[in-house]
């Protein structure tokens, strides 16, 4: 995957550029759907001391930016990720809690058109799939 200019991509977003806000990019980029935790150990691992409140900080003004995706599975913690603004959905393992993406339906939002709309504008429909990803049913089927 190449990497992205995030220092425009920043500035575009009126945000200045800083060490921690590339890091946190850096990490969200190369770590697709990775938790709060596991940005956290990229950007130590990149920068040093940097504190959690920090890190947690700069998620969210990249979420509020709309540079960076914020996703939250039912009964899982916030992951993140920077392929923003293609309506694409997730599939998510009930074993493990793996997470890939899958690509929108149709190809724009909203994906499903609701049966009865009850005269709301509809925007988005926000689509999980959940399942058995292939490594915990293969290890379902060798321990059966
Ligand atoms: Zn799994
Ligand atoms: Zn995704």
């Known amino acids: 995957m190449p990497m992205p200019d995030f220092a425009a991509m920043l500035r575009e ?9 590339l890091a ?4 969200v980029h190369e770590h697709p759907h990775a938790d709060t935790d596991t940005v956290i150990g990229h950007v130590r691992a ?3 001391a940097v504190s959690h409140q920090a890190v947690y900080d700069v998620l969210r003004a990249l979420t509020d930016a709309g540079i960076v995706r914020r996703i939250q599975p039912a009964g899982a913690t916030a992951r993140y990720e920077s392929r923003v603004g293609d309506n ?7 074993s493990c809690g793996t997470i890939a993406d899958v690509d929108c339906a149709v190809g724009h939002s909203p994906c499903l058109t609701a049966s009865d709309d009850h005269g709301f ?6 689509v999980v799939y959940w399942g058995t990803c292939p490594a915990c049913a293969a290890a379902r089927t060798t321990t059966a």
Not at 88 to 94: A, G, Q, S
Not at 121 to 126: G, H, K, L, M, Y
């Open 13 to 21: 977003a009126s945000l200045r550029v800083t060490r921690p806000r």
């Open 24 to 27: 946190v990019l850096t990490a």
């Open 46 to 48: 990149d920068l040093g």
């Open 88 to 94: 694409h959905h997730h599939v998510v393992c009930r």
């Open 121 to 126: 504008v509809v925007e988005e429909a926000e």
